[in-house]
């Protein structure tokens, strides 16, 4: 117990520098899936695709079929997607940080199944899958 008392400041600097490594990771909104998950997905339940990079980014090559909205027009561009409603969604982008916030928006506005490409294009693109320009 002494060590703990003359150690105190150590100890509460290791807390909180592992719960700050932590946070992203507990933070990430959505579901997650492997690019080889997603490919099921999208071929059983004919999902819906939704890349959030910018246009030049998407036009470097992106999932076949796949809607371009980039997540900062998003929030505006929601009624473009609400047929997709009570369909899964997915959703990409280079690595998947954006894709988490796109997915908290989606979920947020009543979308049912939203999931999320883990690793983005990148895994993408490691697993062998294809790409459309």
């Known amino acids: 117990m002494k060590f703990f008392i003359d ?3 150590i100890i509460a ?3 909180l520098s592992g719960g700050a490594l932590l ?8 579901k997650r899936a492997s690019a080889q ?3 099921l997905l999208i071929n059983r339940s004919k999902a819906t695709i939704v890349d959030v990079r910018d246009a030049a980014e998407f036009a470097t090559g992106h999932l076949p079929e ?3 909205i980039p997540l900062n027009e998003l929030s505006n561009r929601l009624a473009e997607l609400e047929k997709f409603k ?9 690595t998947g940080a954006r894709a988490s916030s796109a997915a908290a928006k989606l979920a947020k506005a ?9 690793g983005g294009i990148a895994a993408w693109q490691k697993a062998g899958l294809p790409l459309a320009k």
């Open 86 to 94: 009570a369909k899964s969604v997915i959703v990409v982008c280079k």
């Open 66 to 68: 796949a809607k371009n």
């Open 37 to 39: 998950e997603v490919t």
């Open 13 to 15: 600097i290791v807390v």
């Open 23 to 30: 946070w992203p990771v507990l933070t990430q909104r959505g």
């Open 7 to 9: 150690n105190i400041f």
């Open 110 to 118: 009543g979308f049912t199944d939203v999931v999320n490409l883990d």
